[in-house]
């Protein structure tokens, strides 16, 4: 196992002109270390790893809630849509981060930093063709926090999913499921 480079990125929580078109191009095709620090060094010294040594890359975008993992992971596929020159109309991010508004609908939640945080993993992987380009992708899901089902923090709810039941109570189609509001499930709900 190889470890390559860490960098260490802090969530401003505000939008900064650091992730535009032109910073991308300005990080594609620079060697690691002649440019500051980045989320597009990172993904450059990926992209440039694989078409070099035309072996698969990894790049684990880790922190606690809030700390920007959704984010950078889009910076990340935007940064390979652009320099691998990829001839889709919509952005690769846009499609990949979308696959899956099942598993975003059941596993997200609101914690202390964030009303609509992923509580759960995503392991997405990223496929491009013999010239570099994208070709497709796929993005696997799992729950981290199945302790959220019976127990929040203070300011912190259950996954949406629940409320978005309870509150649909009364239709014809959840009768049987005997759901009540969310406010009278004391183990359910906070």
Do not use: W
Not at 9 to 23: E, F, M, R, V
Not at 36 to 57: G, S
Not at 100 to 108: L, M
């Amino acid at each position: 196992l190889v470890v390559g480079i860490i960098l260490v990125a802090i969530n401003p929580y505000k939008q900064l002109p650091l992730y535009g078109d032109a910073i991308i191009h300005a990080y594609s095709g620079q060697n690691m270390g002649d440019m500051d620090p980045h989320i597009f060094a990172v993904a450059e010294e990926a992209y440039k790893q694989m078409a070099r040594n035309n072996k698969n890359q990894s790049i684990i975008v880790s922190g606690e809630s809030g700390a920007g993992k959704t984010v950078s992971a889009r910076y990340t596929m935007r940064y390979f849509a652009t320099v691998s020159k990829s001839s889709s109309n919509a952005h690769v991010e846009d499609k990949v981060l979308a696959s899956n508004p099942i598993t975003e609908a059941v596993g997200n939640a609101k914690t202390m930093r964030n009303d609509n945080s992923s509580r759960f993993g995503k392991y997405t992987e990223i496929s491009f063709d013999q010239s570099y380009q994208i070709i497709g992708a796929n993005m696997r899901t799992y729950l981290l926090e199945k302790s959220r089902v019976v127990f929040q923090s203070e300011n912190e709810r259950n996954y949406h999913i629940f409320y978005q039941l309870c509150a649909s109570a009364m239709k014809p189609e959840f009768k049987n499921l005997k759901l009540g509001r969310s406010q009278e499930n004391n183990l359910l709900f906070i």
